[in-house]
């Protein structure tokens, strides 16, 4: 090397570099090669009459599209749909979808197989006319070898699939329909990693060290044994950190599991504040060849649920601010889409959420990887019923025969996630009271044993101990509760809660050996921007939605202020009040963190999704947003409401969400009308004074000093719009999307807070707008289509990316209003 001159020693340099960076190029396109995405250009058709014969033909009309899909979302609310309000007032249908495809030459020796990551529901799928198999379940992915069927080289193959959803109801909230989560095309060797073949563990955790076991499933499909040598190299980013190596010998046509183990020395430890990962690469190797890779992202932390400090985490008490989320994503309907998912996830963490709950089923993988790498504690769910429905035509028809199917394929998919913490076997099962569900509780527990015992199982019990009593905490101190049969049969290893919050208290006496977990809290209600004075409030919404209420609002709205519950809830102050307050209640998930479509309590048509969510459909923060974001973030806070447009003379409640201050001083028109404190366990403060235009100011103090300040103007009539992107450059990739707020604003670009205006828009560009929402629980606007009315001066847009870079222009019309345009790029 020192007889080189410095401009070879550069060269040698870069030419290592290069080669280098060629050798994790090819690793990586490795792992690309082995599944391929499969969803472009398929055909579809949809019966126009679930009455309509079974049938395809040479007649019928198909349309070209890409999956994920869902044909439910494109379609009109119908008050009359079978799948009923709880379902969104959507209907379902029966659906097909075809794909023509050529498979080369030389993959004629390997194994191809399609893999649907869920196919809502009853799909069947034929690939040149053989059948490949039915799966009911539409939340669970699900693959079919297609090897010996297929046709090489020029010839075409051809899939179909049937997707039946037309048995309706079969959901209690809206399910949507067809291939609505993403297909792949896997192609191996004939001696390969099976289908989430890796199973991987870290028994010991140290600052020092961490013991990885690896448990691998190998499938040979050969006629011959093989002898080949497997080795697993663990890499942190693009250091290799690791690696162990077997030599087996495997017979023909059979499947072997064998057992590695290694150490991590001084590991990086995965957190809710950093979610540190590490990758597991698997190479079978032949005849000094690799045949096969198979990569593993897995996490290394130690925890558990404790008695007496609820959940810790490596070493560290954390409370679990958690929330459910359903699968939908609003306006796009059920069709999954990566950006998507991560947005809401990005909304909740803003909020100071920590854990999700996958709300009541196996969710899309993409929301799994999303989880491990943002840092979120989840409870995976499998089921919302066992052998007796709660809809006429929903998943207990199919119990008998896939419930152990299912359960084992969503625990061999998910059991390397490192975000998850908690399986749960069930939600809110009618057999829980009586020794049925004993039963089948023993049942799923021992299976989700077999195939996991590094995490705990609960279910989520409403509730674990009888409330239909006059006196709960009377009854408490009798002892003389009635416990839910499935809690007191010690078959569960987390007593898991919905709602009950005035029984968490007593946990510890009614469940000694036990932990908790809260894994439903809450249902409040509010519709994000409305109001109701001191007088409407009075008359219109008591405390409980169900107490002297028998008409409602006309037009189906529910107050903002957080003073509107459930007869099964609380408010959202009420439940976390009792969590915070205790060590032992390890923490909880509120329904819910977003509004969904259907099942619209406390409402039935026209209302067509839910009153739930601290954020609304559209993806805007509600006002109780602030006040769990002050008690679960270190950002410094102050959020006023409500608006101030009101009457000449009604008199306002204002409340404000706070912390790091001591106080908080309201001024109108620069006059105050006093400071206010928290006290005791207060969450806000409140002010109640008569309505005068001008200017609402808030001022937050800590030691006499001015901590924050924010301010609410009276608006004025709309006059233009204001377009602001979630991100205004996206990728080209023809899935990525940006979301664009539309805020209709006074001429002095004040955000006119009762502003109903329809917008309407139009793009220009490589891209396409998939999505238009306001949040309005009532609307029965199309979200698939160019024009929506905003609700409370808000709106959503969302526009997807074509496969070319290209500039977008977006532009939105109201009339009356100036128009507005924004450019969002696409590389």
């Given at each position: 090397m020192s007889q080189l001159t410095s401009y070879q020693k550069i060269t040698l340099l870069f030419v290592c570099f290069l080669l280098m960076l060629a050798c994790e190029t090819s690793r990586d396109q490795k792992f690309n090669d082995r599944k391929v995405s499969f969803n472009s250009d398929w055909s579809f058709y949809l019966n126009d009459s679930i009455k309509d014969n079974d049938t395809i033909g040479t007649a019928t009309q198909w349309r070209t599209l890409n999956v994920p899909h869902d044909w439910s979302i494109e379609g009109k609310f119908d008050k009359k749909s079978p799948a009923g309000y709880g379902g969104g007032a959507l209907n379902g249908g029966l659906g097909w979808y075809k794909k023509t495809f050529k498979v080369a030459v030389e993959d004629s020796t390997k194994i191809t197989s399609i893999i649907f990551d869920g196919v809502y529901k009853n799909s069947e799928?034929?690939?040149?006319?053989?059948?490949?198999?039915?799966?009911?379940?539409?939340?669970?992915?699900?693959?079919?070898?297609m090897t010996p069927y297929l046709k090489y080289g020029e010839n075409?193959?051809?899939?179909?699939?049937?997707?039946?959803?037309?048995?309706?109801?079969?959901?209690?909230?809206?399910?949507?329909?067809?291939?609505?989560?993403?297909?792949?095309?896997?192609?191996?060797?004939?001696?390969?990693?099976?289908?989430?073949?890796?199973?991987?563990?870290?028994?010991?955790?140290?600052?020092?060290?961490?013991?990885?076991?690896?448990?691998?499933?190998?499938?040979?499909?050969y006629a011959a044994s093989k002898k080949a040598t497997v080795t697993t190299t663990i890499f942190k980013e693009d250091?290799?950190?690791?690696?162990?190596?077997?030599?087996?010998?495997?017979?023909?046509?059979?499947?072997?599991?064998?057992?590695?183990?290694?150490?991590?020395?001084?590991?990086?430890?995965?957190?809710?504040?950093?979610?540190?990962?590490?990758?597991?690469?698997?190479?079978?190797?032949?005849?000094?060849?690799?045949?096969?890779?198979?990569?593993?992202?897995?996490?290394?932390?130690?925890?558990?649920?404790?008695?007496?400090?609820?959940?810790?985490?490596?070493?560290?008490?954390?409370?679990?601010?958690?929330?459910c989320l359903h699968h939908d994503l609003g306006p796009l309907g059920a069709a999954i889409n990566t950006r998507a998912i991560e947005r809401q996830l990005e909304i909740m963490k803003e909020m100071g959420v920590n854990g999700i709950r996958t709300t009541h089923n196996p969710p899309a993988p993409e929301l799994l990887d999303l989880c491990d790498?943002?840092?979120?504690?989840?409870?995976?769910?499998?089921?919302?019923?066992?052998?007796?429905?709660?809809?006429?035509?929903?998943?207990?028809?199919?119990?008998?025969?896939?419930?152990k199917k299912d359960l084992v394929d969503q625990l061999l998919r998910d059991r390397n996630h490192p975000s998850i913490f908690i399986w749960s076997i069930g939600n809110e099962i009618p057999e829980q009271w009586n020794e049925t569900g004993v039963t089948i509780a023993k049942e799923l527990v021992a299976i989700t044993r077999q195939y996991d015992k590094t995490r705990p199982i609960t279910a989520a019990m409403n509730p674990p101990v009888n409330m239909n009593i006059d006196d709960v905490t009377l009854q408490f101190e009798k002892n003389n509760v009635q416990f839910n049969a499935i809690a007191k049969s010690g078959v569960l290893d987390l007593i898991g809660y919905n709602y009950a919050h005035q029984t968490y208290e007593h946990h510890q006496k009614n469940f000694?050996?036990?932990?908790?977990?809260?894994?439903?809290?809450?249902?409040?209600l509010q519709t994000r921007g409305y109001y109701d004075s001191v007088s409407d409030t009075i008359k219109k919404w008591p405390v409980r939605w169900d107490l002297k209420f028998t008409e409602g609002n006309p037009d189906n709205t529910v107050s903002a202020y957080d003073q509107v519950q459930t007869p099964w809830?609380?408010?959202?102050?009420?439940?976390?009040?009792?969590?915070?307050?205790?060590?032992?209640?390890?923490?909880?998930?509120?329904?819910?963190?977003?509004d969904y479509i259907g099942e619209p309590t406390p409402y039935e048509w026209p209302s067509i999704s839910s009153y739930f969510g601290i954020v609304d459909l559209a993806g805007f923060p509600k006002d109780v947003y602030y006040m769990y974001q002050s008690e679960w973030t270190d950002k410094t806070v102050l959020h006023i409401f409500p608006h101030?447009?009101?009457?000449?003379?009604?008199?306002?409640?204002?409340?404000?969400?706070?912390?790091?201050?001591?106080?908080?001083?309201?001024?109108?028109?620069?006059?105050?009308?006093?400071?206010?404190?928290?006290?005791?366990?207060?969450?806000?403060?409140?002010?109640?004074?008569p309505f005068q235009a001008g200017t609402l100011k808030a001022v937050s103090r800590k030691n006499g000093k001015v901590v924050l300040e924010k301010e609410i103007k009276t608006a004025g009539n709309p006059a233009l719009l204001k377009l602001t992107a979630d991100r205004n450059s996206i990728t080209a990739d023809g899935n990525d999307l940006s979301f664009i707020t539309v805020d209709i604003m006074d001429a002095k670009n004040v955000l006119v807070p009762t502003a109903n205006n329809e917008i309407s828009f139009s793009l220009k560009g490589n891209g396409k707008i998939v999505g238009v929402c306001s949040g309005d629980p009532v609307s029965h606007e199309s979200y698939k289509g160019s024009k929506h009315t905003a609700l409370s001066g808000k709106c959503l847009v969302v526009i997807q990316a074509g496969n070319q870079a290209d500039n977008l222009e977006l532009t939105a019309n109201a009339k009356g209003l100036q128009s507005k345009t924004i450019t969002i790029t696409t590389k």
């Open positions: 799928v034929w690939i040149n006319g053989h059948y490949l198999g039915k799966r009911p379940n539409g939340y669970i992915g699900f693959q079919y070898d075409n193959n051809e899939i179909i699939v049937k997707v039946d959803n037309s048995k309706q109801p079969n959901s209690r909230w809206y399910s949507g329909s067809g291939i609505f989560r993403n297909v792949w095309l896997e192609t191996t060797d004939k001696l390969h990693v099976a289908q989430w073949g890796t199973y991987i563990t870290t028994p010991k955790v140290s600052a020092e060290k961490a013991s990885v076991e690896i448990e691998i499933r190998i499938k040979n499909q250091t290799k950190v690791t690696s162990v190596t077997q030599d087996i010998t495997i017979g023909g046509n059979s499947n072997q599991t064998i057992k590695q183990n290694t150490e991590v020395e001084t590991p990086i430890l995965w957190s809710v504040e950093t979610p540190e990962l590490y990758t597991a690469v698997t190479e079978i190797s032949l005849d000094n060849k690799i045949i096969d890779q198979y990569k593993t992202n897995f996490g290394i932390r130690d925890f558990k649920f404790d008695t007496e400090k609820g959940f810790i985490l490596n070493g560290k008490q954390v409370k679990i601010k958690g929330v790498k943002m840092g979120f504690i989840v409870m995976d769910e499998a089921f919302d019923m066992w052998k007796q429905t709660k809809t006429k035509y929903d998943y207990g028809n199919d119990w008998d025969k896939w419930h000694p050996n036990t932990p908790f977990i809260a894994t439903e809290t809450t249902s409040g809830g609380s408010t959202h102050e009420a439940t976390w009040k009792v969590i915070k307050k205790y060590d032992f209640l390890s923490g909880m998930y509120i329904w819910t963190g977003f101030w447009n009101w009457k000449a003379g009604q008199t306002v409640d204002v409340w404000a969400y706070y912390n790091n201050a001591d106080e908080v001083e309201l001024f109108l028109n620069g006059k105050s009308v006093g400071v206010r404190s928290k006290k005791g366990d207060d969450l806000h403060v409140m002010w109640r004074i």
